[in-house]
T-cell receptor, first 115, second 114 residues
Framework: SQTIHQWPATLVQPVGSPLSLECTVEGTSNPNLYWYRQAAGRGLQLLFYSVGIGQISSEVPQNLSASRPQDRQFILSSKKLLLSDSGFYLC??????????????FGPGTRLTVT | KQEVTQIPAALSVPEGENLVLNCSFTDSAIYNLQWFRQDPGKGLTSLLLIQSSQREQTSGRLNASLDKSSGRSTLYIAASQPGDSATYLCAVRPRGSTLGRLYFGRGTQLTVWP
């Protein structure tokens, strides 16, 4: 069965510091991968998605970036965090049209607090 | 752009009640609709996925219906239990979204008290 991992689970970082959040998927190959952010009082916001190694698409222009160095690894980064980057970051994966559904499965999330 | 709305934003009911959560979307050209559950501080758990050609899906005490033409979906929870307390989110995948992009509502926060 497929499993999706995220780490760290929680993170407290000062403004201006760098960020690296990691997501890995087990039990599947060549998945679509997604990064979402869930801020207090707001819905889920899609940040980045990837259909393959080195292929990243950005939904929202901001100081965050994403990379996919391996098939089942997705990394979210920032060079300098802003207060507004605080939130709950969720990674998700989907198959490439498994029975045409693209059903998405989510990881446990990372709670980021920027101070 | 697809917009998804969920009503009510919060709901508090006694144990044993049957309840309905509502989801509406502005563009009926969807491929499918997915209902998720989110416990506090946790990730999302997929509950049900309804393809655009389907009218409903059932899983245990949960039943989700889809009326694509009117842009509505409902999640029916039978005989609610305190363990059902969570936030329920719906998300639609628009037609033409080959990458599986989902548009989410803000969720309904459900509290079931004993």
């Amino acid at each position: 069965s497929q499993t999706i991992h995220q780490w760290p689970a929680t993170l407290v970082q000062p403004v201006g510091s760098p960020l690296s959040l990691e997501c890995t998927v087990e039990g599947t190959s060549n998945p679509n991968l997604y990064w979402y952010r869930q801020a207090a009082g707001r819905g889920l916001q899609l940040l980045f998605y990837s259909v393959g190694i080195g292929q990243i698409s950005s939904e929202v222009p901001q100081n965050l970036s994403a990379s996919r160095p391996q098939d089942r690894q997705f990394i979210l980064s920032s060079k300098k965090l802003l207060l507004s980057d605080s939130g709950f970051y969720l990674c998700a994966w989907s198959g490439k049209g498994l029975a045409g559904t693209y059903e998405q499965y989510f990881g446990p999330g990372t709670r980021l607090t920027v101070t | 752009k697809q917009e998804v709305t969920q009503i009510p934003a919060a709901l508090s009911v006694p144990e044993g009640e049957n309840l309905v959560l509502n989801c509406s979307f502005t563009d009926s050209a969807i491929y499918n609709l997915q209902w998720f559950r989110q416990d506090p501080g946790k990730g999302l758990t997929s509950l049900l996925l309804i393809q655009s050609s389907q009218r409903e899906q059932t899983s245990g005490r949960l039943n989700a219906s889809l009326d694509k033409s009117s842009g509505r979906s409902t999640l029916y929870i039978a005989a609610s239990q305190p363990g059902d307390s969570a936030t329920y989110l719906c998300a639609v995948r628009p037609r033409g979204s080959t990458l599986g992009r989902l548009y989410f509502g803000r969720g309904t926060q459900l509290t079931v008290w004993p």
